[in-house]
Nanobody
Framework: QVPLVESGGGLVQAGGSLRLSCAAS????????MGWFRQAPGKEREFVAA????????YYGDFVKGRFTISGDNAKNTVYLQMNSLTPEDTAVYSC?????????????????????WGQGTQVTVSS
């Protein structure tokens, strides 16, 4: 059973917005960080955003440039990604992930290998 389930993807025109949601499914766990990654065809999976529950600090990939906002509910292991001013370059499969271990360095929040649980992903397609 996939521990995380994403929703909210779809087709949107350039300049539009989408809000992705991710919720824990079935399995009970306590995460320290939850994040979003994306993978476009022919490219590696890249970091989009993460939120550390303790303190509520948010982290974003360089390409976000103020367009995306991550938020969520720690108690429910639920995380959202509000995406505005979308461009065709944002087209990808977006996956959420949960990090259980609590790392002392924020560099692990950007590292897909440091996340233990993953969802199957939701497709986001931005047309020009």
């Amino acid at each position: 059973q996939v521990p995380l389930v994403e929703s909210g993807g779809g087709l949107v025109q350039a300049g539009g917005s989408l809000r992705l949601s991710c919720a824990a499914s079935g399995r009970t766990f306590r995460s320290s960080v939850m994040g979003w990654f994306r993978q476009a065809p022919g490219k590696e999976r890249e970091f989009v955003a993460a939120i550390r529950w303790s303190g509520g600090t948010r982290y974003y990939g360089d390409f976000v440039k103020g367009r995306f906002t991550i938020s969520g509910d720690n108690a429910k292991n639920t995380v959202y990604l509000q995406m505005n001013s979308l461009t065709p370059e944002d087209t990808a499969v977006y996956s959420c992930a949960a990090q259980i271990a609590l790392y002392g360095s924020s560099r692990y929040y950007y590292d897909r290998g440091a996340y233990e649980y993953w969802g199957q992903g939701t497709q986001v397609t931005v047309s020009s």
